[in-house]
């Protein structure tokens, strides 16, 4: 037998299908060469200073939505969306991020619920990435629990009348449509919002310590008076919008493997060519043992990703499977990307190097899309059958 690869060290990627493999090399192709050489001034400026063409950049390789199938959307396996995840993440997670909250938030909600007209009118174009969307479902004083949102939609005559704050909005002030949930008589409904509607606006947040290369946003609706076909008809109940959250938790499953591949990468270049005591850190013992957890980590991962990829396409995948993958696999990121900081000493603390910015960036992977703990809540409840939510 062969001895294991050191960046692929249980030969997961020889487990992918001709057509997957062209997808993680077109993926990553691109990510090194449109993203990685310009991340780090990104994150360094909070910002991403061109939005849109990001979202056309995107559009052309064919990662918006491409999962889903129609509208101008690739129509791709799970296992092969993942795989795009993966390698976004291992540079960035607000690039994944830019495109779960695109395709698995936004498209998904008008695909899954929304109307021929809203689909034909919103999704061809977001999946070229020629309009933006964003997704509204946390507030100011609702997150973990989305079910006391205060967003109300009243029925006016045929319209729609909103008033309410969104809060931590990925893309809320670059989006073209706002997939905003709201309290309703008839309980939580999806509506879709265009931004330059009337009483609606989208403030910035800034301040970021984390998940800089990403815009984020308050949303405020103001008596937004929408006609009666902006309600997405096939949303009923807190059970659609956490329909949504399931697509983009799985994308997080596969993009937090990408973050701590990306770290682990960067600590064993580090380890062969830092030298101190008149040699390679890499022949100290704790450092292999650091090595070793991350080696661990990262394949771990990487097999726990590729399992609920097949569980979903075979259609057998459930939430609970969903949430373990996130709680385990960003607690997994974070363990090495904290690993690999400490390897690479003061260096590690800069933006010369991956580690401190994938670092950073994990406590919001680890807090947004169902926090650590709501994960850990979910899967009790699963295996006890006992709700300790409340
Ligand atoms: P609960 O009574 O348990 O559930 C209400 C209804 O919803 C159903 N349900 C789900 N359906 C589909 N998928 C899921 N994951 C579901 N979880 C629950 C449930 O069966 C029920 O249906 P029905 O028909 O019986 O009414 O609701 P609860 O109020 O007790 O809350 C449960 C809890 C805490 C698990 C849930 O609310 C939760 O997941 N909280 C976390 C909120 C969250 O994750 N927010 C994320 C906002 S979006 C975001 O962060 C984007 S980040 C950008 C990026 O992805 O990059
Ligand atoms: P809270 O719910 O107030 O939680 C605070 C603490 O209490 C956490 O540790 C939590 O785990 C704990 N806690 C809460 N309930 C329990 C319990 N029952 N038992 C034990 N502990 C509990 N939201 C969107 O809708 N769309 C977006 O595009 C979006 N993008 C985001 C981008 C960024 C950069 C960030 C940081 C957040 C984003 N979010 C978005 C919001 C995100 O989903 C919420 O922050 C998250 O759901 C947690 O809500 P919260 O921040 O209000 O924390």
Not at 128 to 134: K, L, V
Not at 183 to 196: C, I, L, M, N, S
Not at 317 to 330: A, P, Q
Request: proline share 4%; aromatic share 6%.
């Amino acid at each position: 037998p062969q001895a294991p690869d050191p960046q692929d060290f249980l030969a997961l990627d020889a487990t992918l299908s001709a057509e997957e493999a062209d997808i993680r090399d077109t993926v990553r192709a691109f990510a090194n060469r449109e993203l990685l050489p310009h991340v780090a001034d990104w994150y360094e400026a909070g910002t991403l200073p061109d939005p849109r063409g990001l979202a056309r950049a995107f559009g052309e390789l064919g990662v918006l939505g491409m999962h889903l199938e129609g509208y101008g959307c690739a129509g791709a396996g799970a296992v092969a969306y993942g795989l795009a995840c993966r390698e976004l993440e291992a540079v960035d997670s607000g690039l994944r991020s830019f495109v779960s909250v695109q395709g698995s938030l936004a498209m998904y909600a008008l695909h899954r619920f929304g109307s021929s007209e809203q689909k034909r009118e919103w999704l061809p174009r977001m999946a070229a990435g020629e309009a933006i969307g964003c997704f509204g479902l946390t507030e100011p004083d609702s997150g973990s629990d989305p079910g006391s949102m205060r967003t109300r939609a009243r029925r006016d005559g045929a319209d729609w009348v909103l008033d309410g704050t969104k809060m931590w909005i990925t893309n809320g002030s670059v989006a073209d449509v706002a997939i905003v949930w709201a309290a309703t008589d008839e309980g939580v409904r999806g509506f879709a919002v265009p931004t330059d509607a009337p009483g609606f606006t989208a403030n910035t947040l800034h301040r970021k310590l984390s998940l800089r290369a990403s815009i984020t946003s308050e949303l405020v609706l103001e008596g937004v008076r929408l006609p009666g076909d902006a309600l997405l008809p096939g949303s009923a109940g807190l059970g659609s919008p956490l329909s949504c959250l399931n697509e983009a938790r799985y994308g997080i499953v596969w993009g937090a493997a990408g973050a701590a591949r990306a770290c682990y990468a960067a600590a064993l270049d580090y380890a062969g060519t830092r030298e101190q005591f008149g040699g390679p850190i890499a022949g100290f013992q704790l450092t292999q043992r650091k090595l070793a957890d991350m080696v661990l980590d990262v394949n771990q991962a990487g097999l726990t990703a590729m399992r609920i990829g097949r569980l979903k396409e075979a259609g057998a995948c459930h939430r609970n499977h969903i949430s373990l993958g996130k709680f385990g696999n960003v607690a997994a990121a974070q363990r090495v990307a904290r690993a690999a900081r400490s390897l690479h000493g003061a260096n590690g603390i800069t933006l010369e190097y991956p580690v401190m910015r994938h670092m950073a960036n994990l406590e919001t992977v680890a807090t947004y899309e169902g926090t650590e703990e709501i994960h850990a809540l979910s899967i009790g409840q699963a295996v006890t059958g006992v709700s300790a939510f409340r």
